[in-house]
C-alpha cells in the first residue's frame, strides 16, 4: 500500500498523526499533514487506513499495488 496526501485538502486537523505516527507527521511551517513513508509497512496498515477513514476533508489517498503481470 501507498499513501499520500492531497496538500491542497488538508486542514491540518491532526487525526492522522495522532492514529497513524509513525506514517505521518505535520509540518512546523502550517500544519500541513506530511508523509514520512509513502511505502506503508504491513503493520501500519490498519492505522493508515483508519487515518484515512477519519481525516475530516478526505486528504489521504491510498493505493494499492498491483501485482506485476506473470510474477
Given at each position: 500500500m501507498k499513501v499520500s496526501i492531497a496538500a491542497e485538502r488538508c486542514i491540518?486537523?491532526?487525526?492522522?498523526?495522532?492514529?497513524?505516527s509513525r506514517v505521518f507527521t505535520q509540518s512546523d511551517k502550517d500544519g500541513i499533514a506530511v508523509v514520512l513513508k509513502e511505502d506503508v509497512p504491513p503493520e501500519d496498515q490498519d492505522a493508515v487506513e483508519q487515518a484515512a477513514d477519519i481525516c475530516p476533508v478526505g486528504a489521504i489517498l491510498l493505493s494499492r499495488a498491483?501485482?506485476?503481470a506473470g510474477a
Open positions: 491540518g486537523a491532526g487525526n492522522c498523526v495522532e492514529v497513524a498491483q501485482a506485476a
